[in-house]
């Protein structure tokens, strides 16, 4: 079983996707990389990222900019509301 990714619709192997407690789920998205994301914020991100044109690219580029080692990039809608007015 496949789930799509929650930014860019790819589809990741169901088994890969953890949840990793204070209630977050880790994607390893082929495509955005590796981030972890709030669980209740599941739903919402992809009605926002239709409604703001860029957003998906501005997370995405932020997933792949966060430094490696340590903890993996982390969304929530304080993250997102973040990107959006980011200039």
Known sequence: MTKPCPI???EID???IMYTGDNTDFY??????NFDIYRP?????PKEIKKYRGLK?????AIKEHPT???RYFIDRTVVKKLLFEI
Do not use: V
């Open 8 to 10: 860019c619709d790819t």
């Open 14 to 16: 169901e088994s890969k």
């Open 28 to 33: 390893p998205c082929p495509t955005c990389e």
């Open 41 to 45: 914020y599941l739903e919402e991100l």
């Open 57 to 61: 690219e501005k997370i995405q580029k």
């Open 69 to 71: 080692g340590g903890n």
